[in-house]
């Protein structure tokens, strides 16, 4: 064999035409790890810099900085998470350490402080100079100018070992009460000049938007003589430090307004064994020698046992006159009397509580962090204002953080519903920060969706009931219907789920709140919303000629339109997926000018903040996403060309196909064949489905090892064919509907000759797995069937637990994807009906389940009832059983044995392959970790 191969490798050697006439390579699982992605794409706000990372799937990425002509400036071997500079004179990344590293690390079992550290880079474009700091924890940029600040991983302290507390509450309580924590080398880089400012024992840091001033907290160590703990302001420009709070203790929520002259922070200075331990919030205006408590423990203005908060945001307004915290009740201290085995651990679950307690315990931290919004007036007397509370406990500040009013949302006494509806009724408000008053904006709570005008001029919601956008006037208190008149529905027009349709939402506001722009299922409209009059902004074209129009603002922290602003309108054509993009002044009254439309994918627009230049990337099925600049989108400029080592493998191609179901449904797929793809041949096909996949026509797929689903490139270079069907459903008859267009649309293909029909197979993951146990209950069509993670009993799985969220799944099956639209007692003919466990005495389809006992969305146990049977029922079945695992594999060890395992098991049935013997004789759990039943059986 070795001989064969030298011989074919000195013929293409010798021979350029034979090597060029040379069949193109299948794809193999070995070729993971060297396929790339883009990330992390970025233009300067001069236009004049471009920036992105080209990544393998494993192994050391590369950061690319060039020009948008380009010319390539630098590369940086491990570059990531890069920024610009407010001024686009310097880009700063971090470098990560190198992947072999890494993984010998960990081989070695090192903790996590003795792992390899990322260190940070500073690149110059005038100077073209890359200065490196090794060992870097964080760093953060100023917004407006070139100052740089960045924290040091601090060194390794040896501590004695600690017992971790048995019952999560007091996990998780202790864990928020640590809160003294040790510094590390905070340092100070004004980029231009060069000027360079170290400080030790730093635990938190702040730079000011105009980068005139560094705030950071300092923890002295015991014993020093040196170091003061602290809260320390530094002027960037002179140089000189200042102690603005004295005392060591826990400094957080360090904030500077806008223009970098005031500065407020919350802190505890107890003492460490404290059992109550609340925060002040203190205040700074740079005019005195030390900050000033404002809102102290058990203050006037606070109710009785509240403090503020170590946990809430502090931020200024725009115009720096209200400083925004959040304020809490004083946590109950812990009984330290108790003895930990001598008293219970249980979970109490009460039909009155607001939320299940699986739920409950899921969002413990968080709950144990709420804080409720309120507002201080540091240049009026400290004028104070609470306007949450734990009535009123999720509010939304505009964009404008001047606005007199935030709206706040609240579904308190409604939340026990959610159990079953998968939503809960809400009121709003918009809650004045001059008085606290609460002005109720929709008349009774309902299923509604909010949003707050970037001015606060405005609370726009969709009101489910109403299947209408409406606004109400922060002026005038007018509630205006804002789409009645339209004529056109601003809801999910293809929604089948027995459940309210959602809107298509909010593209952007324009300018001081004057006009909305709403989409429906085409077009865009823009609306006055003081009184409801609409224009269609894309004038009908989307609905005429079956386009969706979208928008999206193109720049970083743009926060509305300006009327001089050209929109560049995001298309996809309905009927051939095409992709491209239209153009508009927001003022304009005239059609949109179409700009380019192709047999492509194209990526929404990012725009240099200073100047008319583009980024974004385009794909096709045989095109990675790279990188292209333009000013007009018609001559761009490629400045990535990734993966080129595809050239040398066999790929494939997708095309839209249609038929007509049993039932008369107009139907869509796609359908994926090899690129060397000969009719005269007859092919094998895995049909391979969730709910609607044909928008990704033209989306680029890397071999890839899959998390669960079907890896649709390894399979087709591979000699399948991929047939990927749009299903539309009937209330009440998921099962039945997915068999209408999955089985419909696998005899239509099945039609062409180079189909093998006996040599069909299933594939899908969760919802997708769900339909193939359905369906291979129904028909023996298929000559092998995979399910990931599926449910197989409804009327079990009804009263089950989403474990990642906490959740009841009753709501699913009433209400969304399961689609039965009622209670098991109401319909349980339905979930008999479509429960392929009461089915499965007809199966005679080989089939493997995939379902892992980590899943936080299906029940493992599912996967087991379907297994158990099936086995009972002496039918070929295989349970595949990842430790640790989620629903969707996370770990890429998993990945890519799932991704062998899966290509295996359909040779055998579709290709005739020798079955591996984990398929054959299983792998014994004395063998597990020793033999993963991967090689080829000879029986």
């Given amino acids: 064999m070795q001989k064969l191969l030298l011989i074919l490798a000195g013929l293409a050697g010798a021979s350029p035409l034979l090597a060029q006439q040379a069949p193109k390579k299948p794809l193999d699982h070995t070729v993971y790890d060297q396929w790339q992605s883009v990330t992390n794409q970025k233009i300067s706000n001069n236009g004049k810099y471009v920036l992105f990372q080209v990544q393998p799937q494993q192994g050391d990425g590369t950061l690319y900085l060039k020009t948008p002509e380009n010319k390539t400036l630098r590369t940086i071997s491990r570059g990531d998470s890069a920024l610009f500079s407010a001024d686009s004179k310097f880009v700063v990344f971090r470098i990560k350490p190198l992947y072999q590293d890494v993984r010998q690390a960990k081989i070695k079992k090192k903790k996590p402080e003795q792992m390899p550290k990322d260190s940070l880079g500073i690149y110059s474009f005038e100077t073209g100079k890359l200065t490196k700091y090794a060992d870097v924890k964080s760093y953060k940029l100023a917004e407006e100018a070139s100052v740089l600040a960045f924290l040091e991983v601090k060194a390794p302290v040896k501590e004695a070992a600690k017992k971790a507390p048995a019952d999560t509450l007091k996990k998780i309580t202790d864990q928020l009460l640590e809160t003294k924590k040790e510094g590390a080398t905070l340092t100070v880089v004004n980029l ?24 950071f ?44 002259k005031q500065l407020a922070f919350t802190a505890e200075k107890h003492p460490e064994k404290a059992l109550e331990k609340p925060f002040t919030l ?33 931020m200024f307004s725009e115009n720096g006159e209200k400083l925004f915290f959040g304020t809490a009740p004083n946590p109950i201290p812990q009984d330290t009397t108790l003895v930990e085995f001598e008293h219970a651990k249980l979970d109490i679950w009460n039909y009155k509580d607001d939320y299940l307690q699986p739920m409950q315990l899921k969002n413990l931290k968080k709950d144990l962090q709420r804080n409720y919004l309120a507002v201080i007036y540091p240049k009026q007397g400290n004028k104070f204002v ?69 001015q606060g001029k405005y609370a726009i919601w969709y009101d489910f009931d ?24 601003f809801t999910d027009e293809e929604n089948d789920s027995p459940t309210e349709p959602d809107p298509y939402g909010v593209a952007a506001w324009s300018k001081d709140d004057a006009a909305v722009l709403l989409f429906d299922r085409y077009d865009i409209w823009k609306i006055d919303p003081s009184t409801g009059a609409a224009t269609n902004f894309t004038n009908g074209l989307g609905r005429k000629n079956k386009m969706r129009f979208r928008y999206r603002l193109p720049e970083d922290k743009q926060k509305f339109i300006d009327p001089k602003d050209d929109l560049w ?43 008319d230049t583009f980024l974004y990337t385009k794909t096709s099925v045989s095109q990675p996403a790279d990188v292209y600049v333009s000013r007009d989108l018609k001559k761009e400029t490629q400045l990535s060309s990734i993966n080129p080592q595809q050239k040398d493998y066999n790929w494939f191609t997708a095309e839209l196909v249609h038929w007509t179901t049993p039932k008369g449904f107009k139907a869509t797929g796609i359908l994926y064949k090899p690129e060397n793809f000969d009719p005269a041949k007859k092919y094998p096909m895995v049909a391979y489905f969730y709910e609607k996949l044909s928008e990704g026509l033209y989306k680029y797929q890397a071999p890839a090892p899959t998390p669960s689903r079907l890896d649709i490139t390894m399979f087709a270079s591979n000699g399948y064919l991929v047939f990927t069907p749009d299903i539309s459903y009937t209330i009440g008859e998921p099962g039945p509907s997915a068999m209408e267009f999955i089985d419909s649309g696998v005899e239509a293909l099945t039609k062409n000759s180079w189909v093998d029909a006996t040599r069909l197979g299933l594939q899908g993951q969760s919802w997708g797995g769900y339909q193939v146990a359905y369906l291979i209950t129904q028909t023996n069509r298929y000559a092998a069937a995979w399910a990931g993670a599926p449910v197989v009993n409804m009327t079990s799985a009804y009263g089950g637990i989403r474990w990642e969220s906490g959740m009841s799944r009753q709501f699913q099956y009433e209400h969304t994807q399961s689609r039965i639209g009622g209670t098991l007692w109401e319909k349980q003919d339905l979930y008999i009906r479509n429960s ?68 295996q098991f359909f040779d055998h049935y579709l290709k005739g392959a020798p079955a591996p013997a984990w398929m054959v004789k299983g792998v014994p759990a004395v063998d597990k970790g020793r033999d993963w039943g991967l090689q080829v059986s000879q029986q």
């Fill in 217 to 260: 907290a300092v923890s002295a160590p015991k014993g020093s003589k040196d170091v003061q703990s602290g809260l320390f302001v530094q002027d960037v420009v002179s140089g000189k430090s200042k102690r603005v709070s004295i005392g060591k203790g826990v400094y957080k929520n360090l904030a500077f307004d806008d223009a970098g």
């Fill in 466 to 489: 109403a299947k209408n956008w409406f606004s109400f006037s922060a002026a005038t208190r007018k509630t205006t219907n804002l789409t009645a008149k339209t004529g056109v529905s």
């Fill in 386 to 454: 609470q306007l949450e509370d734990e009535y009123l406990r999720d509010s939304y500040l505009a964009e404008v953080k001047n606005a007199e009013y935030v709206l706040a949302v609240t579904d308190t006494a409604k939340r026990i519903s959610l159990q079953w509806e998968g939503a809960t009724r809400k009121q709003a408000y918009l809650v004045s920060t001059k008085t606290g008053a609460r002005i109720a904006v929709n008349p009774r709570a309902n299923k509604s969706r909010f949003e707050l005008s970037p």
């Fill in 192 to 215: 231009p000049t060069g000027k360079v400012s170290q400080f030790e024992a730093v635990t938190d840091y702040q730079i000011s938007k105009p980068g005139n001033k560094v705030a």
């Fill in 282 to 314: 203190y205040y700074f205006n740079f005019s005195g020698d030390s900050a000033a408590a404002i809102v102290q423990p058990g203050g006037k203005a606070l109710k009785t046992g509240w403090a503020p908060s170590g946990f809430g945001k502090v």
């Fill in 836 to 903: 392929p466990l009461f089915h499965l005495p007809k199966v005679q389809t080989p089939v493997v389940i995939m379902s892992n006992d980590a899943d936080g969305a299906v029940p493992w146990y599912q996967g087991i009832e379907m297994f158990t049977d099936l086995r009972r029922l002496n039918k070929p079945v295989w349970l595949l059983q990842y430790n640790g695992e989620a629903h969707n594999l996370v770990k890429r060890e998993n990945r890519k044995d799932i991704s062998v395992r899966e290509l």
């Fill in 569 to 611: 309108l995001q298309v996809q054509e309905d009927d051939s997926k095409q992709w491209g993009y239209y153009r508009k002044s927001l003022a304009s009254t005239k059609a949109p000018e179409r700009v380019v439309l192709a047999p492509q994918g194209y990526s929404t627009l990012t725009k240099a903040r200073n100047a």
